[in-house]
Each structure stands twice: as structure tokens, then as C-alpha cells.
């Protein structure tokens, strides 16, 4: 592959390194935690837990919080697929990439992490908190569930990310985006991934791979223009995030509106507000960056971004699994109690993620997992 050169600081001839990016990695992953501190209820054929019949009607904050929460779940996840895109651009005014070298560095970055989290973390947790409980081949909804992809698990990027990356390197090895239309094809490509994702057609990550494909090469490929340009101020961007959360509210989740507006029908809704919501997150990051630099604990999360993500949401299983020993009836009904609990699973997951980022790393002896 060849790439147009930027104004891109090198640190070290082992290393690039963009500041804002580095926080705008830590914001991602603390939305993605966010996004995971919500559901008492997951179902699917391998496996799931439900916590509904405690629950009966929400309060009015449990909702605003939910509907918070799918509106940061229409452009987190492109996000993050737009920074990967973005460091792979960084990692390729380091050094060329054959296939052989590009395949063997993301094997060891995302595909053993994958299976080392998923089958000694993950997934024994999981089975902790009663995940499995009502099936009939624990087994075997473990391994289609959790390693295989059709079950849930939050681990479906890792896998899905090592997809993007080969798909993404075959066009570019053959020049396909000097073609326009290229990126109406990603388009298509977009929307047939996430309905094949809603058909249960997730099989080792691939559907997502297909949605996000294209979220991961305008990160790639916007990358220079947005480190080189101006941002606009932290209003602007907090003022176009809540207009964005009322344009989520009335096009995606007002039904009375759009009575007869299927699923697929609001995908170019969700994309829109995918690459805008993403896009103010980004700049947003841009402006705060240099202000949160002399915050060590900022720092202490720059360096386990990664991690973050993989430990954090398993926890999640555990502390709900123990709700039901402190809670009662219908808990969700207060808003007082819908705000704490949110929190307590904020905090809890996030320093519990942290904790054993930390201790692996002591171990191990190592500073970074990838």
C-alpha cells in the first residue's frame, strides 16, 4: 500500500503518536461502557439473563437514560471503527504492510486476545452469573455463543475488526477508492451487515465487519484532513450532539410519527447519525485534548484503552447477578434507584476493567497488550 504523507508527529521510530487521538480513545471506550451499563435483560438462543421480572414499569429517568444510551449506540461503535481506521493510516507512515505481515501483527492484536479474554474471562464469568443456567448443552451454546459469534458478546469488534482489516487492505492493494462509487457499494455493504447482524446471521463477525467496513475507511481516510483543520468549540459540539439526540428521538424511536417505518427503512437514519454523532465526538475530543493532558488519571486511561474495553462488560453479568440479593420488586420504578444503579455499573465496571488491566500487566510485565 502507499499513502499520501501528513504532518503526523513521530515520537520514536517504534511509535506515532497523536494526542488527541489517544483521548478521543479513552471517550469512545467510556461510551462503549456506558452503552454497557443499561440492560437487565439478554436473550438469545446460547444463552442470556433476565432480570425484567424484577423490574415492571421504568421510571421516567430509567427511560431517558435508555433512550440516551440508544442514541450513543447509533455512532459509538463506527466511532470506534473510524479511530481504528485512523491508527491503521498512523501505523502505515511507520512502516509498509505485505499481507503475510498485516495478517500475523493482527492475529497476535486482536484474534489471541480474543480467545485468551474470551475463553479464561468472559466466559467463566458469564457462566458465574448464570448465563446458561436454562440451557439444555451449556457446551455448546458456549462455543457458538460466545466463540463463534452467535450468541452475544461484546467481543464481536475484536473479531470484526480483524475482517476490516483484511477486506480493507484488498481495496487498497487494487486501487478501488480512485472509484467513486466504491463508496456507495460500502453503503449497500453497511446496511446488508446490519440487517444480516438483526437476522442472527452474525457467524464470527462478519455481518458487523460488513457494517463497519465502511465507518473504518472514512476514518482512514479523513484522518489527515481532520488533523490539520481547525475545531470549533465545546458548545458547538455539545449543542449539535443534543440537537442530533433529538433528531434520534423523533426519527428512530417516535413510532406515533412513523407508524409503518420498518427497521431497514431507518437505516440511513442510523447511518447519518453515525458518522455526525461520531464526528462531533471527535472534534469535541480535539478541543478537550491538550485541557485533560495534566490529569493523571486521563493518562492512566489513555494506556488501557484496549483493555478497558475487553474486561469491562463481563463484570457487568456479576454485578447484576447479585442485584436480586439487594434489590427487590420493582427497582427500576424509582429514579432515584435508576440513577444509582447506573452509576454503581459505570464506576464498578470501569475500575474492576482497570484493576485487572493493571494486574495482568504486573504479571505479565508488560505496558501494553497491543
Known amino acids: 500500500m502507499t499513502q499520501k504523507t501528513s504532518l503526523i508527529e513521530k515520537e520514536s521510530h517504534t511509535a506515532i503518536h ?8 479513552v471517550i469512545a471506550t467510556l461510551l462503549v461502557i456506558i452503552g454497557h451499563c443499561t440492560y437487565y435483560n ?48 498512523l501505523s502505515l507512515q511507520k512502516r509498509e504492510q505485505s499481507f503475510s505481515y498485516l495478517v500475523k501483527s493482527k492475529w497476535k492484536r486482536l484474534l489471541i486476545p480474543f480467545l485468551g479474554v474470551s475463553t479464561f474471562y468472559s466466559i467463566p464469568l458469564k457462566w458465574l452469573s448464570g448465563y446458561w443456567d436454562n440451557s439444555v448443552n451449556t457446551l455448546h451454546d458456549m462455543l457458538l455463543g460466545q466463540l ?19 477486506i480493507f487492505y484488498f481495496i487498497e492493494f487494487f486501487n478501488l477508492f480512485k472509484h467513486k462509487w466504491i463508496w456507495g457499494l460500502l453503503l449497500l455493504l453497511s446496511w446488508l451487515g446490519r440487517y444480516m447482524e438483526a437476522s442472527g446471521m452474525g457467524f464470527l463477525g462478519f455481518a458487523p465487519a460488513m457494517e463497519h467496513l465502511l465507518y473504518f475507511s472514512v476514518g482512514f481516510y479523513v484522518f489527515n484532513w481532520i488533523n490539520n483543520n481547525e475545531v470549533r468549540s465545546v458548545h458547538f459540539y455539545l449543542s ?26 431507518k437505516y440511513p437514519v442510523i447511518t447519518l447519525l453515525a458518522l455526525l454523532g461520531g464526528s462531533n465526538i471527535i472534534g469535541l475530543s480535539k478541543r478537550l485534548s491538550k485541557k485533560m493532558r495534566s490529569y493523571k ?13 475487553l474486561y469491562s462488560d463481563p463484570l457487568n453479568y456479576v454485578l447484576i447477578a447479585c442485584l436480586p440479593y439487594f434489590v427487590s420488586g420493582c427497582f427500576l420504578e424509582s429514579n432515584a ?4 444503579l447506573f452509576l454503581i455499573r459505570f464506576i464498578f465496571t470501569t475500575a474492576g476493567a482497570l484493576l485487572v488491566s493493571l494486574l495482568l500487566k504486573k504479571i505479565f510485565k508488560r505496558k501494553q497488550m497491543i
Open 18 to 25: 497523536i494526542e488527541w487521538i489517544d483521548f478521543l480513545k
Open 42 to 89: 439478554i436473550q438469545s438462543p446460547y444463552g442470556g439473563i433476565n432480570l425484567l421480572e424484577y423490574s415492571c414499569e421504568r421510571s421516567l429517568t430509567s427511560k431517558l437514560i435508555n433512550y440516551l444510551i440508544g442514541f450513543i449506540y447509533t455512532f459509538h461503535m463506527p466511532l470506534f471503527m473510524a479511530i481504528s481506521g485512523m491508527c491503521f493510516f
Open 148 to 166: 463463534f459469534l452467535l450468541g452475544n458478546t461484546h467481543l464481536w469488534y475484536v473479531f470484526s475488526l480483524f475482517w476490516i482489516f483484511i
Open 240 to 265: 449539535s450532539l443534543a440537537g442530533l439526540f433529538i433528531f434520534y428521538l423523533i426519527f428512530v424511536k417516535c413510532q406515533p410519527l412513523f407508524p409503518q417505518a420498518t427497521s431497514a427503512a
Open 297 to 309: 488519571f486521563i493518562t492512566l486511561l489513555k494506556n488501557n484503552t484496549y483493555e478497558l474495553y
Open 337 to 340: 434507584t435508576s440513577i444509582f
